[in-house]
């Protein structure tokens, strides 16, 4: 992997890290589904040439795939960072992972092995520690919003694996335009006099709003579908364990939100346990060695 790439992934880790600082700044003053069918709303006008990908023959699936990982898993998200801080939201997410192996196990037939085993365990564990603690009720609802999230993200992901191989562009834009809508109609339903606080929004809020849109959300994905163009995802997987490192660091410089030792010792397991679930270690038997001419050979060592 080039300099290059690396950089480009490390940047898209940030990105994605401090775009949950944005939801939690932006959701302070904005109903967060309004918040969210504004930023898909946004989405969908540079998107929107990408529609032509979609087949016909895909629509169905493309809805399927949008209405679960667009509309619920994002709604989802964005409810659940309004009521809790920004840090543990980054932690609590990180269960999109284990997750995800769970349900490719049990509906794909993938095989889990033995480190991934104890990968999800340790994961589940590390979020546990914060679940069990004296948090107001509404921090509570808040984390298991963010976990229910982080399932119906991984249940997309399946998704997505089961009807595809899918567009990755046409999907992105297919999302955002069946996206916007439904959050729109949800946030009718359920936020009360969200327009009041639209028109009395800060400048701040609007631009943590905008954020999402264009750097989290079209730049980040952007750079990261070119990088899988370039890169295998056994090369950019360990830069996805970075995400939630930026989110926290990002989140106590411009929140200050506190960084206590359940708050520690949760990120710490959890993060350890979702390394676990995606970062693979070369086999005993297939090690490669590189000989003295500096080529790459293979060493089968029994």
Known sequence: MSLKDSMLALLVAFLWGAQVTAVKIGGAELPPILMLAMRYAIM????????????????????????????????????????????????????ATPFTLILACLLLGEALKLKVVAGITLAFFGVLVLLVSDAPSGTLTGMLLVALAAL?????????????PLDPLALSAWTAVVAAPQLLVWSLVQEGDQWSAVAN??????????????????????????????????????????????????????????????????????????????????????????????????????
């Open 44 to 95: 969908a006008l540079f998107l929107f040439p990408f529609l032509r990908r979609c087949k016909r023959t895909q629509m169905v699936s493309m809805t399927l795939v949008a209405t679960v990982t667009g509309t619920l898993h994002f709604g989802l998200l964005y409810c659940g960072i309004a009521r809790v801080d920004a840090s543990t939201s980054a932690i609590i997410y990180q269960l």
């Open 152 to 164: 119906a993200f991984a249940t997309g992901s399946v998704l997505t694996k089961r009807m595809g």
């Open 201 to 302: 929004a800060s400048t701040q809020a609007w631009l943590a709003m905008v954020y999402t849109a264009l750097s989290g959300g079209l730049l980040g994905f952007g750079l990261w579908f070119w990088l899988l163009g370039r890169n295998s995802m056994q090369q950019l997987t360990p830069y996805l364990l970075l995400v939630p490192v930026f989110a926290i660091a990002v989140s106590q410089a411009l929140l200050a939100e506190g960084f206590g030792p359940r708050l520690l010792l949760g990120a710490v397991l959890t993060l350890l346990g979702v390394a676990l679930c995606q970062l693979r270690l070369p086999s005993r038997n297939n090690l490669a060695v590189t000989d003295s001419t500096g080529r790459e050979a293979v060493d089968e060592r029994r």
